[in-house]
């Protein structure tokens, strides 16, 4: 029991997530406000810690999904990805584990390494609120059609 409680602890602290929930494709601790869940044709639910991992989910698996969700960062309310907008490439990257910039074989430039997770994918429900959060920390408007070929299968 008290080992149990513990180890939910260290989860909780782990990450930013507040859900005992781990990325289907990273394993990392889901992020509250990032969240992607795929739901298959079979009815199974399958949730990454992001976008982008949701994507990668999707390129790899050779499952059909019936619906995408995302959650809108503003306000933790999930949505149909294809009704979303992403800031895609931001300086804010909350599910990679590290925030150090790491410089080329130059020594010049920091550029950020790799990480499954970057560049980072953020959706939100409104577009002005998009374009806030893009005015504030960089990266790329896009929506789920331009980035994703395949609609979901009804
Ligand atoms: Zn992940």
Known sequence: MRITSL??????LAGCSREPRSCAVC????C???AFRVTLTTGKTVETCCPRCGLHYLETTQQQARSLQV????TGQW???SQAVFVAGSEVSPCAPSKEAVRDTHGCCAVKGFDRCNPSLIAFASA???RAFQKQH???LLTWQQMNP???TN
């Open 7 to 12: 180890l939910l602890l260290a989860l909780a």
């Open 27 to 30: 394993q990392r601790a889901e």
């Open 32 to 34: 509250k406000g990032l």
């Open 71 to 74: 959650t809108d960062l503003a």
């Open 79 to 81: 949505l149909d990805a």
């Open 128 to 130: 002005d609120s998009a």
């Open 138 to 140: 960089g990266g790329e």
């Open 150 to 152: 395949k609609p979901p």
